[in-house]
């Protein structure tokens, strides 16, 4: 098979790029030194997190006369998310650190004022009629970026450039420029499903190359950013020590029947596979098993983070076990070791729980001061905040009236088993065994402080009912940070998707139990939402 060369420099999740290469049939060498860059003939460079450490990285490895000689030279060359970025001059995230300047300007962040940033999810790549890598205008591609570059009609063109923009809450951003050998994309095309792979291919084969700036008909382009449906898959191992996705009611996943077995649901890679396939817009893995007789790395969810992203081509989360620990034979390992090798294994994203309510209540205890010592600081500051996902998992205490607790109290919709108007949702550590004296909006807000990218926002109370979205949580929640948020917890049918996308400004809404026991599939549910009026990302079939 055919290679092409990726740039090796540390930048997250770069396993599903090379399996995306892999399945677009060719293979990939590894370029480790600035010296092995003249041998390749297509170079990619994958970027994933902060500008400045990317960009400081390759400067003082060396990397960047090589790989603008390589650009200079007429040599094909793509750049990913921060790969973009750094063909610019500068970007305000870090404006002491100098990019390629391959392209004129500065990037600068999206505002935060009338939405949640970091930028997260599905969106467009509108080219305007020009050819532009096979990028086509009804399809999505997944975006995750706080800075952009703004667009201003005809200042790139004006420089020889294509370019296809993307449009979040009012900001009109460079989505993906093109020029002779040059091809940049905003959006991670080897997480874009279907659509992602063609440009990948486009690419390799120089078929891109040969029509960019053509003029091209078709359908119109689509919307804006889509409403997220996520694949939810609780993994742990049953008593037969078989790993196995399972379901709780309220967090008990054991069967009612005598013998109390854990429930058995299924295979988490096929059911990944399976809901992938059916449209769904990311995967999260919970693994809710210590395995703390294990080896780290023989972690039994770092094969199955190999396996999934050999055929599943949307973002993964994978959760528990994000903390400093000590492996079996006594070697100190950092939390951000931990999340390096979920990385590596194929997870974009990494999911802390209790550990993040303990940092928040010392963070809060010490004044609100950082220290950067916690998992979310090392963690957010290597990968970027886009990286980092805090699991919440909170519970209904109800009150009498205000002012009779120090928390934030909103007025229920329900009463209380007492006839109370009041609640506050408590914080819970250990799979929600331990309450703890912490609420829901202080916790969100110093997880935000600390540089988590995104809420994940379970519901004890709601958890396997079957009865719909904590809508006065999500609400609650939503009003008091910035960053994107995930409601969890209650779906049973369609219908609480659409409700909760319409009833609140949650980001993405997650699914678990419907979908493992085969009541509804993803695609009965996004094809719900699209009759609705909502505006969703389809399944666009294989390569």
Not at 408 to 428: F, L, M
């Amino acid at each position: 098979m055919p290679t092409v060369h990726l740039l090796d420099y540390v930048a997250g999740n770069v396993r599903s790029l090379v399996n995306a290469i892999e399945k677009c049939g060719y293979t990939v060498d590894w370029i480790r030194s600035p010296d092995e860059v003249s041998r390749a003939e297509k170079l990619i460079l994958p970027g994933v997190g902060h500008f400045g450490h990317c960009l400081s990285q390759l400067a003082s490895a060396g990397y960047l006369p090589a790989v603008r000689a390589h650009i200079d030279a007429g040599k094909p060359f793509m750049g990913i998310c921060v790969g973009l970025q750094a063909l610019f001059e500068g970007s305000v995230e870090d404006p002491a650190v100098p990019g390629l300047g391959l392209i004129k300007g500065q990037l600068d962040r999206f505002d935060d004022n009338d939405k949640s940033v970091p930028h997260i999810g599905w969106n467009s790549a509108n080219s305007s009629s020009q050819s532009l890598y096979d990028l086509r205008p009804q399809s999505k591609y997944y975006y995750v970026h706080s800075y952009k570059y703004p667009y201003v009609k005809g200042e790139l063109e004006n420089q020889g450039w294509t370019v296809a923009t993307g449009t979040y809450g009012g900001e009109v951003f460079v989505g993906a420029v093109a020029k002779e050998n040059v091809l940049a994309t905003q959006f991670h095309p080897e997480k874009s499903g279907v659509a992602g792979l063609r440009l990948i291919k486009s690419f390799l084969t120089g078929g891109g190359a040969k029509t960019l700036g053509q003029e091209v008909s078709g359908p119109a382009p689509t919307g804006g950013l889509t409403k997220r449906v996520i694949a939810c898959l609780d993994v742990r191992t049953n008593d037969q020590g078989d790993l196995v996705v399972t379901k709780g009611d309220q967090y008990d996943v054991r069967e009612k029947t005598s013998d109390r077995n854990v429930r058995n649901l299924g295979k988490p890679v096929e059911l990944a596979k399976k809901y992938y396939e059916q449209g769904a817009d990311e995967v999260t893995f919970l693994n809710i098993t210590s395995f703390r007789d294990c080896p780290l790395a023989d972690l039994p969810m770092l094969e199955i983070l190999r396996r999934t992203s050999e055929t599943v081509f949307v973002p993964l989360t994978i959760g528990g076990g994000i903390r400093d620990t000590v492996d079996t034979d006594g070697t100190k390992v950092s939390a951000l070791e931990i999340a390096t090798m979920y990385f590596k294994s194929g997870a974009d994203k990494v999911s802390i729980g209790s550990d993040a309510v303990l940092a928040a209540e010392e963070y809060i205890a010490m004044g609100r001061k950082l220290f950067g010592a916690t998992a979310i600081e090392q963690i957010s500051k290597a990968y970027g905040n886009q990286a980092v996902v805090v699991s919440v998992d909170p519970k209904r205490v109800y009150v009498p009236k205000e002012g009779v607790t120090r928390h934030n109290v909103i007025k229920a919709k329900d009463p209380g088993p007492k006839g109370e108007q009041y609640c506050w949702y408590a914080c819970t550590i250990k799979g929600g065994r331990e309450m703890r004296d912490i609420d829901v909006v202080e916790l969100v807000q110093a997880v935000e402080a600390m540089g988590a990218g995104e809420i994940l926002l379970n519901c004890i109370d709601k958890d396997g009912t079957n009865s719909g979205f904590d809508l006065e949580l999500i609400n609650q929640v939503k009003s008091a940070i910035r960053i994107p948020v995930i409601a969890s917890s209650g779906a049973g049918r369609p219908e609480h998707f659409e409700e909760v996308f319409q009833k609140t400004q949650t980001d993405a809404a997650l699914g678990a139990g419907m979908f493992h026991r085969g009541e509804y599939t993803v695609q009965q549910v996004k094809d719900y939402l699209a009759e609705k009026g909502l505006e969703v990302r389809q399944f666009e079939g294989n390569l």
